[in-house]
C-alpha cells in the first residue's frame, strides 16, 4: 500500500515538473508532526515574514480521513486528493524545500537541479541513533538513502554531532551545516512564563501552586511495553514524598496502549515547549526532550529501567550511563531518591549543552534563511 502512495505522488509530482521552478516559492513538508513551535514552523514564519515569498505549507496529515460525518468523510477525502496533486505540483515547483523528517516519497521525486532541499530534522544533537544509523529493513534503508540523495543540506545543532548526521542521512559532511536549531529560538526567546502558568493552572487547577515534574518517555515496540512506562512509576508513592510536586505525563505520539492514572496530569496533548519552559525537571529515558531541558540548564533525569534491552535493539552515539546529563535510575525507588536532589550532576549538564549546542542564542532561524538562501539565490 506505501508502496502504491510512494509512486502515485511521484507520478503527478513528476507529471508537474513541465511548469517552471518559482524562484520565489518555499516548500514546507512535514512528514512529522512537530507541532506549532518546531523548526519546520519557525522557518515558515520567518519566510513568511521577511516577505516576498510564495509560502506553502505540505503536511501528510492532509492524508487522515475524518469519517465523523458525510461532510467530514468527503472534506478530508478531496483533501487527501489535493495532497497527491495540488500540493504535488507546488513542490515540484518551488525553489527552496525545507522538511523536518524523510519524507519517503520523496526517494522517487526527480528535482530540478536548481531546487534547494534542506533537511531541518525534528530534534537537536545526536542522542539515540537514528535514520541510517539506527536498525531499518532493507527496503526504508534503501529508500532513506535515495532520499537523502536529494538533499542540498542538513542542519545541525553543533560541530560535534556532524558527522553523525552525516552517518544518519549518508551524506558527505559539507552538506551538514552547524548552524543550531531553529525552533530553539523560541525556547530562549524572553516569554511572559508566569502567564503561560497561569494559564495552565487554569486548565489544570492540581497543579496551583507546586512545582511541575515532567514524565515523557519516548515509545517502545509493543503496546504491553508501552503500557509499563507509566506503570513503572509509584504515583501513590510519588504523591506522598512530595507534596508540594505535580507528576506531569506526556505520552509520545505512538503510545497508544498507557493509561495515566488520576493521581498524575495527563498533559500529553500539550506543547512540549510550553512544558519546558513552566516544569521545573524532566524525568524521562531515551527521549530528546531531554535537550530541551538541557538547553535551559533544568534538571534531567534518566528512568531507564530496561536499559540493556533498549541498548540491544537501539543503541546511541556515546555510552548512556556516563554520557547522559543527569542521574540514570533504574527502578521507583531510586527515583524518588534521584527527584530529592534533581541538580546533583550539574557538570554533566553542562558538558552535554556545550556539546550538542554551538549557539545559545535567538538567531537560528536567521543563520539558517542566510546560508540557505545567499549560497543559492
Not at 549518508?170 to 551545516?177: P, S
Not at 524572553?190 to 515534574?213: A, M, N, Q, W, Y
Not at 505525563?249 to 496530569?265: E, M, N, Y
Request: hydrophobic fraction near 40%; aromatic fraction near 12%.
Amino acid at each position: 500500500m506505501k508502496k502504491l502512495f510512494y509512486s502515485l505522488y511521484a507520478l503527478f509530482f513528476n507529471i508537474s515538473r513541465i511548469f517552471p521552478l518559482r524562484k520565489n516559492r518555499v516548500a514546507f513538508v512535514a512528514p512529522h508532526n512537530g507541532g506549532d513551535n518546531d523548526s519546520l514552523s519557525v522557518m515558515r514564519r520567518y519566510f513568511e515574514d521577511k516577505g516576498g515569498y510564495d509560502v506553502v505549507s505540505i503536511s501528510t496529515q492532509d492524508l487522515k480521513l475524518d469519517f465523523s460525518s458525510i461532510g467530514s468523510i468527503i472534506k478530508s477525502c478531496l483533501k487527501a486528493a489535493g495532497f497527491f496533486t495540488f500540493r504535488a505540483y507546488l513542490l515540484a515547483t518551488s525553489k527552496y524545500v525545507f522538511l523536518n523528517d524523510n519524507f519517503m516519497p520523496m526517494s522517487l521525486l526527480k528535482f530540478s537541479n536548481d531546487a534547494v532541499i534542506t533537511q531541518l530534522w525534528h530534534a537537536e544533537g545526536a542522542f539515540k541513533k537514528f535514520g541510517l544509523s539506527a536498525p531499518v529493513t532493507d527496503d526504508v534503508r534503501e529508500r532513506e538513502k535515495k532520499c537523502s540523495a536529494k538533499l542540498t543540506y542538513v542542519i545541525c545543532s553543533s560541530e560535534s554531532v556532524v558527522l553523525f548526521y552525516a552517518e544518519a542521512f549518508g551524506v558527505e559532511t559539507d552538506k551538514i551545516l552547524p548552524l543550531g536549531s531553529a525552533r530553539i529560538d523560541s525556547l530562549l526567546a524572553p516569554t511572559d512564563t508566569d502567564s503561560i502558568r497561569r494559564s495552565f493552572d487554569e486548565s489544570h487547577p492540581e497543579c496551583k501552586g507546586k512545582e511541575l515534574v515532567l514524565y515523557a518517555p519516548t515509545f517502545r515496540d509493543s503496546a504491553e511495553k508501552d503500557a509499563a512506562l507509566v506503570e513503572k512509576i509509584n504515583i501513590d508513592a510519588f504523591n506522598r514524598e512530595f507534596p508540594d510536586k505535580r507528576l506531569l505525563v506526556k505520552l509520545h505520539p505512538q503510545i497508544h496502549s498507557a493509561t495515566v492514572p488520576d493521581g498524575a496530569t495527563n498533559v500529553t496533548d500539550c506543547d512540549i515547549g510550553m512544558l519546558t519552559l513552566i516544569c521545573n525537571c524532566v524525568i524521562t529515558d531515551y527521549s530528546s526532550v531531554c535537550m530541551d531541558f538541557a538547553l535551559l540548564s533544568k534538571p534531567c533525569i534518566f528512568f531507564a529501567f530496561d536499559l540493556d534491552e533498549y541498548e540491544h535493539e537501539r543503541s546511541f552515539y556515546f555510552d548512556y550511563e556516563s554520557g547522559v546529563p543527569g542521574p540514570v535510575v533504574r527502578d521507583s525507588v531510586a527515583l524518588l531518591e534521584a527527584i530529592k536532589n534533581p541538580r546533583k550532576n550539574e557538570e554533566k549538564l553542562r558538558q552535554f549543552r556545550e556539546f550538542h549546542f554551538d549557539f545559545i542564542d535567538c538567531n537560528n532561524a536567521e543563520r539558517i534563511y542566510n546560508s540557505v538562501t545567499s549560497a543559492n539565490s
